[in-house]
């Protein structure tokens, strides 16, 4: 586990910061926030858990999704302070003893993406919406993975990684 | 985004006490609108007060068959619960149709209603908005209006609500639950919303310093007879550009009793009790949509780029009371359009 980064926390300058304990990975870290930063921010700039990507920071693009008690969420829009005491998982806690996840195995069986960057976020995503259970088909994996967009136009692949997994499971 | 405090809510009436205290403040729940306005200085609260762990999470039949949902459900949990699924289906349609998993798993129901316009220039902080700042002036009047509304404008502000999930509300006829200094009241939700006015700063009419409990649903779910049809530029996490939500109650091909909404078109979720009471007593059929659109429209104005909505909204009415009438609802999946 990434201990706190001392420097990018110095560098926020705030007058008030608030200590919060989250469960990142299933290990339990704790932190000093300010008010303002985002669970995605503190996940990158304060613990280097760099897995998770900054794509719009509006939650318009699914790049910072990740997993809050085992639900997918956009972390660009929730606040650390809010998250105090949850479990969160990212793409860095999905594998297990050096195994990787079935859905990013399923990822790379399906070459389900070109640069990468949108990955970890349609990961968790993927990860959250078989935890959903409410896609059966195809289609319905389409609707339900709309918020998670890919540039380079992966969708096919992710859509037939996801059904290597729901056949699975 | 302004630095700001962090404070949190022990039970409603700390909430209320708290917001009493600072007007400054505002309460967030699941953050979705309002952390992006305040990444975009839209928004600039020197204070946030955190509700997200007040006992407002359930979802309970009431005592006259109707539903009581907590202000704080998360629109996914609403849209899947069972009893919204089976008796009001056009409310979980509506909420399916809008934004994207992971908004729906943040966001409540509370918050849902007090989502702001996606007007363009009410976001763009360097144009005049009246909305944004009042007396600045309306940006979107002769600007880049493709999005924008066509009932219900005034000469200070032509933004939409952009929500789904009220459509289908409006056409049920609930009712805001909403706690203040004063104490508890109730808000028709017809009245809830508000047309811009020459103050098109106020969305809704809940005062400064009330808090949403809850949004109460009456017996009747018009759940064999409904449609949400949302038309927009993709077909998925997309604002609407045009949606209907539909509520029949039928006899055989007689329609006894009609309620419908338009999202998209106006400051708030747009009904026309006219048009509906035109339809009650009738034999559905395409003539009496038309003409219950017409109606609806009558009072229509496009603006440059909007004009297109009044014919989009004509044909998207007339297919959503065809679609209500045959019990044959829109998927919020396969999105061809029955």
């Known amino acids: 586990m990434a201990q706190p980064n001392a420097a990018a926390q110095s560098s926020i300058g705030s007058p008030s910061k608030i200590s919060v304990e989250l469960i990142i990975n299933g290990v ?142 | 985004m302004i630095n700001f405090e962090y404070a949190r809510a022990n039970d409603v009436a700390d909430a209320v006490r708290q917001i009493a205290a600072d007007p400054t403040s505002k309460f967030i729940a699941g953050g979705t609108n309002l952390l992006d306005l305040m990444k975009e200085d839209v928004e600039r609260p020197a204070r946030l007060i955190d509700i997200t762990r007040l006992p407002l999470s359930d979802v309970e039949e009431t005592p006259d068959g109707g539903v009581r949902i907590g202000a704080l459900v998360p629109n996914s949990d609403l849209a899947w619960h069972p009893l919204i699924a089976q008796r009001y289906p056009m409310l979980a349609s509506a909420i399916l149709a809008g934004a994207s998993a992971q908004l729906r798993n943040m966001a409540s129901t509370g918050g849902n209603l007090m989502q702001r316009t996606r007007c363009f220039y009410f976001y763009d902080t360097v144009t005049p908005c009246n909305k944004r700042q009042p007396g600045s002036g309306c940006s979107a009047i002769a600007g880049i209006n493709r999005i924008n509304a066509i009932l219900g404008t005034s000469d200070t502000c032509i933004a939409t609500h952009p929500s789904d999930m009220c459509v289908a509300l409006a056409v049920l006829e609930a009712k805001v639950h909403v706690a203040g200094p004063g104490g508890e009241r109730v808000i028709p939700f017809a009245d809830f919303h508000r047309l811009p006015g020459d103050a098109p700063q106020r969305d809704t009419n809940l005062d400064a310093n009330e808090l949403i409990t809850a949004v109460e649903l009456p017996a009747d779910g018009f759940a064999k007879n409904y449609t949400y049809l949302k038309i927009r530029d993709r077909l998925s996490y997309a ?57 609806v429209l009558r009072d229509a104005k496009g603006f440059e780029h909007n004009a297109f909505k009044i014919e989009l909204a004509r044909r998207t009415i007339v297919r959503a009371l065809i679609q209500a009438a045959h019990g044959t609802p829109q998927s919020q999946n396969n999105k061809k359009i029955a």
Not at chain 1, 100 to 123: N, R, S
Request: with cysteine; hydrophobic share 40%; charged share 20%.
């Open chain 1, 28 to 169: 339990e870290t704790k932190l000093d926030v300010a008010p303002w930063t985002t669970l995605l921010d503190a996940l990158r700039e304060h613990l280097d858990l760099t897995g998770t990507k900054k794509g719009c920071d509006h939650g318009q693009c699914g790049a910072c999704t990740v997993l809050v008690d085992g639900r997918r969420i956009n972390s660009c829009l929730t606040l650390a302070v809010m998250k105090d005491g949850a479990r969160v998982t990212m793409i860095e806690g999905l594998a297990t003893d050096g195994v990787l996840h079935p859905m990013q195995q399923a990822f790379i069986d399906h070459d389900a993406f070109q640069c990468g960057y949108c990955t970890p976020g349609q990961i968790c995503s993927a990860v959250g919406l078989i935890a959903e259970g409410k896609a059966k088909t195809a289609e319905e994996i389409r609707e339900m993975m709309s918020g998670n967009i890919c540039r380079c136009a992966a969708y096919p692949n992710i859509v037939s990684a996801i059904q290597q997994v729901m056949g699975a499971s």
């Open chain 2, 239 to 295: 604002f609407a550009l045009v949606s209907v939500a539909v509520g029949l109650e039928m006899d055989g091909n007689t329609i006894r009793r009609a309620r419908f909404a338009l999202g998209g078109v106006a400051h708030k979720p747009w009904r026309d009790e006219a048009a509906e009471a035109g339809l009650n007593g009738k034999v559905a059929n395409p003539e009496i949509f038309e003409r219950a659109a017409g109606l």
